[in-house]
């Protein structure tokens, strides 16, 4: 897995986990699902900027996420 890939699986993971935890705060019971996701995010988004030579620019990361999506899609 590159680390383009990583990086967009990173965060989309994160933002996936915001309702989660949301929801479990709000019903009064443990984040555990979100707390999950979110390790699982750090992981990822960790590996990424771990591999990428030079790491990620912020300006960069939407044309990253951008292209990975198309290289899956095609």
Do not use: H, W
Not at 6 to 27: E, K, N, Q, Y
Not at 39 to 61: C, D, F, H, M, S
């Amino acid at each position: 897995m590159g680390p383009d890939l990583c990086l967009t699986l990173g965060i989309l993971l994160g933002l996936i986990s915001v309702p989660s935890l949301v929801s479990a705060f709000s019903d009064s019971r443990p984040p555990r699902a979100a707390v999950i996701l979110m390790v699982a995010a750090a992981a990822l988004i960790t590996t990424a900027l771990n591999r990428k030579p030079g790491g990620y620019r912020i300006e960069q990361i939407p044309d990253v996420i951008l292209e990975t999506i198309g290289a899956v899609l095609t």
